[in-house]
């Protein structure tokens, strides 16, 4: 298993930015796919992206492609998540987790999650 936390949330206005960091604990780190879903009140988990363990393989959820960008750096045990352009209706708790399974996109496929981190975007 793996550790994970997350950090950059916050409050920004709609069309601003925010960056999300996601740290994993560990030497095997780099072995797992790891994904970020949000949840915002009352609605379901849902997938935002996911790269793969070398990081050439990224997959984006159609309601973000284009506005966020997930990258990962194996040697700094990272994973971030560059958000653009944002809505209010991407206001939610963002929390990432680990995977074994490649292209992996339902919250039952990972098995290691993050604490989460609050973002809020205003309109």
């Known amino acids: 298993q793996v550790q994970l936390v997350e950090s950059g949330g916050g409050l920004v206005q709609a069309g601003g930015s925010l960056r999300l960091s996601c740290v994993g604990s560990?030497?095997?780190?780099?072995?797992?796919?790891v994904g970020w879903f949000r949840q915002a009140p009352g609605k379901e988990r849902e997938f935002v992206a996911a790269?793969?363990?070398?990081?050439?393989?990224?997959s984006y959820a159609s309601s973000v492609k284009g506005r966020f960008t997930i990258s990962r750096d194996n040697a700094k045990n990272t994973v971030d998540l560059q958000m653009n352009n944002l809505k209010p209706e991407d206001t939610a708790v963002y929390s990432c987790?680990?995977?074994?399974?490649?292209?992996?996109?339902?919250?039952?496929?990972?098995?290691?999650w993050g604490q989460g981190t609050q973002v809020t975007v205003s309109s």
């Open positions: 560990g030497r095997t780190f780099s072995s797992f796919v």
């Open positions: 987790a680990a995977s074994y399974s490649v292209g992996a996109r339902e919250p039952s496929q990972y098995h290691s």
């Open positions: 790269v793969s363990a070398s990081g050439g393989t990224k």
